[in-house]
T-cell receptor
Framework: AQTVTQSQPEMSVQEAETVTLSCTYD???????LFWYKQPPSRQMILVIR??????QNATENRFSVNFQKAAKSFSLKISDSQLGDAAMYFC???????????FGEGTQLTVNP | GAVVSQHPSWVICKSGTSVKIECRSL??????MFWYRQFPKQSLMLMAT?????????EQGVEKDKFLINHASLTLSTLTVTSAHPEDSSFYIC?????????????FGPGTRLTVT
């Protein structure tokens, strides 16, 4: 069975600094999709970034980028120039096929200190 | 685009009563919808997957007779918590898949907080 593990329950970062959130997963599939979702205090799930496993290039969305290591089954999220609005719970998620069920990690609560 | 709404956003009900939560895709047709449950400071737990016009597929351990899911149209799915008890108090989130988009992306509703007294 596919599993997603986030080993950092809590992280903190100073405003304008960079922080990296870790995620590892276990799968026997070769084609799959990985996501990072943000859940702010409003609890609305927001897609931050996505990565297709067949793409070697790491995905980037403005201040957010990933380090995708397929062989190591690792998918970390780097947030650059952290802003107060980045404070939220971040979930790593996996799916074998876009639009299919998502398997979520336990989440990492990110605090941004002014 | 790709907006999913949920109604109500919060509800309080008495033990033994039933509560219905609606999930609507506002600007796309949702061929598949998912229902999640989330406890405070925990991850999302998938309860069931529903496809328009067919019966929902429930995850192991989820009581299908207690959590009734209906997906009668391409824009609406409902979750009914029957004979609610305090342990059913939780945050319920739906997501919907746009079947016409190649990405097959899932879009999440804002969630419904259920409190059973």
């Amino acid at each position: 069975a596919q599993t997603v593990t986030q080993s950092q329950p809590e992280m903190s970062v100073q405003e304008a600094e960079t922080v990296t959130l870790s995620c590892t997963y276990d799968t026997s599939e070769s084609d799959y999709y990985l996501f990072w979702y943000k859940q702010p205090p409003s609890r609305q799930m927001i897609l931050v970034i996505r990565q297709e496993a067949y793409k070697q290039q790491n995905a980037t969305e403005n201040r957010f980028s990933v380090n995708f290591q397929k062989a190591a089954k690792s998918f970390s999220l780097k947030i650059s120039d952290s802003q107060l609005g980045d404070a939220a719970m971040y979930f790593c998620a996996y799916t074998i096929q876009r639009g299919s069920r998502l398997t979520f990690g336990e989440g990492t609560q990110l605090t941004v200190n002014p | 685009g790709a907006v999913v709404s949920q109604h109500p956003s919060w509800v309080i009900c008495k033990s033994g009563t039933s509560v219905k939560i609606e999930c609507r895709s506002l600007d796309f047709q949702a061929t598949t919808m998912f229902w999640y449950r989330q406890f405070p400071k925990q991850s999302l737990m998938l309860m069931a997957t529903s496809n328009e016009g067919s019966k929902a597929t429930y995850e192991q351990g989820v009581e299908k007779d207690k959590f009734l899911i209906n997906h009668a149209s391409l824009t609406l799915s409902t979750l009914t918590v029957t004979s609610a008890h305090p342990e059913d108090s939780s945050f319920y989130i739906c997501s919907a898949r746009d079947g016409e988009r190649e990405s097959g992306e899932q879009y999440f509703g804002p969630g419904t907080r259920l409190t059973v007294t």
